[in-house]
């Protein structure tokens, strides 16, 4: 084979690779691999008709090993810097959310009586309380990092729905009448409500999901009497059982417009009689095993 058909295979290899490299970054990836199928027939059929033709033969080894290797080699660069891409938007899609969740949060904490404490200690009690459910044997396969992740992250919309009760009602410095009391307890579908409105224009949200789950049930009962929907057991999703024993918790030990704080002795006897009525026995169990850490986050954040 002469040397100037060396040159040319040299420079052939050299052009195509460039030529490969900027079509993978430039193209989709259904035009580029046709380009390399192609390429490959090319380099394995012209040996032969150089041969018959001309009685020039050369080796498609090198050509085709170059080739490949430069495919091997750009296409893991691409895939490397699109997955590099995609976790970069992943993130940035993951901290929108956040910063949407703690916006609703902040329009339904304006509207309401109760404090920015309190939104700051419910999730903290949430998460205590999940974490330590996590270690148990039963919530194995309901449990994981994600799913924590989610539910604190929604645990301050679990009154989003009180942006839709008048002012009359949800300032009221007293007790309430029945006829208010209905209304007021309409707030926790009007939450539901709000945020399956907010998922479809949004499209899926896992974090949204678990919010619509807390703000629709976190007022339903073990034995099936609370409300709006008088779900019963473990037909109340674990999220809004975690939520109600963390609400009630530090709506009683704290003063409020319409009442005077409980104290702690009482709220706890309180508490464990609502095992197996009020609360899922389950959650009220992991609530007295880590009794410390929520009297902790009770004392250490302020109104």
């Keep these: 084979m002469p040397i100037w058909f060396e040159?040319?295979?040299?420079?052939?290899?050299?052009?195509?690779?460039?030529?490969?490299?900027?079509?993978?970054?430039?193209?989709?990836?259904?035009?580029?691999?046709?380009?390399?199928?192609?390429?490959?027939?090319?380099?394995?059929?012209?040996?032969?008709?150089?041969?018959?033709?001309?009685?020039?033969?050369?080796?498609?080894?090198?050509?085709?090993v170059s080739l490949l290797t430069v495919y091997i080699v750009v296409s893991a660069l691409k895939y490397y810097t699109t997955e590099k891409h995609l976790v970069s938007v992943l993130n940035s899609i993951s901290k929108a959310n956040l910063s949407i969740i703690d916006s609703m949060a902040t329009v339904a904490e304006l509207r309401d009586s109760e404090?920015?404490?309190?939104?700051?200690?419910?999730?903290?009690?949430?998460?205590?309380?999940?974490?330590?459910?996590?270690?148990?044997?039963?919530?194995?396969?309901?449990?994981?990092?994600?799913?924590?992740?989610?539910?604190?992250?929604?645990?301050?919309?679990?009154?989003?729905?009180?942006?839709?009760?008048?002012?009359?009602?949800?300032?009221?410095?007293?007790?309430?009448?029945?006829?208010?009391?209905?209304?007021?307890?309409?707030?926790?579908?009007?939450?539901?409500?709000?945020?399956r409105q907010t998922i479809q224009k949004v499209g899926p949200n896992p974090y949204l999901k678990i919010a619509i789950e807390i703000a629709n049930y976190h007022h339903e009962k073990w034995d099936g009497k609370g409300y709006p929907l008088g779900l019963k057991g473990e037909a109340i999703p674990l999220s809004a059982r975690v939520m109600a024993i963390a609400d009630v918790f530090d709506a009683l030990i704290n003063k409020r417009i319409y009442k005077k704080a409980v104290s702690l002795d009482d709220t706890f006897d309180y508490i464990k009689q609502g095992a197996g009525t009020h609360f899922d026995p389950n959650v009220v169990e992991a609530f007295f095993e880590i009794k410390k850490d929520l009297l902790y986050i009770a004392k250490t954040i302020d109104d």
């Design 115 to 195: 404090t920015g404490g309190h939104i700051i200690r419910t999730r903290l009690y949430v998460k205590a309380l999940i974490e330590h459910l996590q270690t148990k044997q039963k919530y194995k396969d309901q449990i994981n990092d994600d799913y924590i992740k989610f539910l604190c992250a929604a645990a301050p919309l679990h009154d989003i729905g009180k942006v839709g009760i008048p002012d009359h009602i949800l300032l009221k410095p007293g007790k309430l009448t029945e006829d208010e009391f209905v209304i007021m307890r309409t707030h926790a579908a009007l939450g539901g409500d709000i945020l």
């Design 7 to 64: 040159l040319l295979e040299m420079s052939i290899i050299f052009i195509f690779g460039t030529l490969l490299s900027i079509l993978i970054f430039k193209k989709g990836a259904s035009f580029y691999n046709f380009f390399v199928i192609s390429l490959l027939s090319f380099l394995i059929i012209s040996p032969a008709i150089l041969l018959y033709n001309f009685q020039i033969y050369f080796s498609p080894f090198l050509s085709v």
